[in-house]
């Protein structure tokens, strides 16, 4: 049987969208509450019950956390320019290594705006 998992997270972060024309509002320094999805797909362990601990998925998202939390994203490498795509990727690469069956990735920036990245780079 394979199925899907999917583990929520939230953090708050300030930003500037650095590449944007100067009159565009969000080259001003502003925040947002993002949510972000990790999504995992993969054959469910018959004897245990479930793809594997989604408790694996948090314990790779803590550190990535743990940076960008009250954070001011711009200062961290690799998200100079931290729209939600180029935020989807990072967090792609860097999780993409420890959760096998890592299959989306989705971020809300407001409720209702968002990015999904499946890994098509
Ligand atoms: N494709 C993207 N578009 C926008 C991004 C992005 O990362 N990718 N980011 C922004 C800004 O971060 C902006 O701060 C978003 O804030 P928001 O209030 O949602 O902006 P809007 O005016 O578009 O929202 P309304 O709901 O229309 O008020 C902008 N775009
Ligand atoms: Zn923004």
Not at 68 to 85: F, K, Q, S, V
């Amino acid at each position: 049987m394979r199925c899907r998992i999917i583990k929520d997270f939230r953090f708050e972060a300030a930003q500037t969208l650095p590449n944007l024309p100067g009159h565009h509002k969000c080259t001003q320094m502003h925040g947002h509450s993002f949510k972000v999805e990790i999504a995992i797909e993969g054959e469910v362990d018959p004897h245990i019950g479930w793809v594997y601990d989604h408790a694996e998925i948090s314990k790779a998202m803590k550190p990535l956390l743990d940076r960008m939390d009250h954070a001011y994203l711009n200062e961290i490498e690799g998200l100079e320019n931290p729209t939600i795509e180029n935020m989807a990727a990072w967090l792609w690469r860097k999780l993409s290594p420890q959760l096998p069956g890592l299959c989306e990735i989705v971020i809300y920036e407001t409720p209702t705006a968002r990015c999904v990245f499946r890994g098509e780079f």
